[in-house]
């Protein structure tokens, strides 16, 4: 797992083709949750998340922890942002 993302987020048509990946990702989550700007802001936020996230995990892992020993921490870091997420969607 760890050389499959080094050899993406090295090799700049491979990462472009990601980023391509999560905007489609983000267009169709926009779709459902709003037809407006303020469903692409969701989808954007929610899709900035996991990104955010699973670049975390693949760091630690890439560091050579593995991916038991850093589960408690993926799942208490997703916990805190999916709650941010909902706090902010909440208090406009």
């Known amino acids: 797992m760890v050389a499959f993302h080094r050899l993406v987020f090295s090799t700049p048509s491979l990462a ?20 407006g700007v303020r469903g692409r802001l969701q989808a954007a936020q929610v899709i900035a998340v996991q990104r955010v996230l699973a ?32 706090q902010v969607a909440t208090n406009p």
């Open 16 to 35: 472009g083709r990601l980023l391509r990946y999560m905007l489609d990702d983000e267009e169709a989550l926009a779709d459902v949750l709003d037809p």
């Open 55 to 86: 670049r975390t995990n693949w760091q630690k892992i890439a560091d050579g922890r593995s991916a038991h020993d850093v589960r408690p921490e993926a799942v208490a870091d997703a916990d805190q942002a999916f709650a941010q997420l909902r």
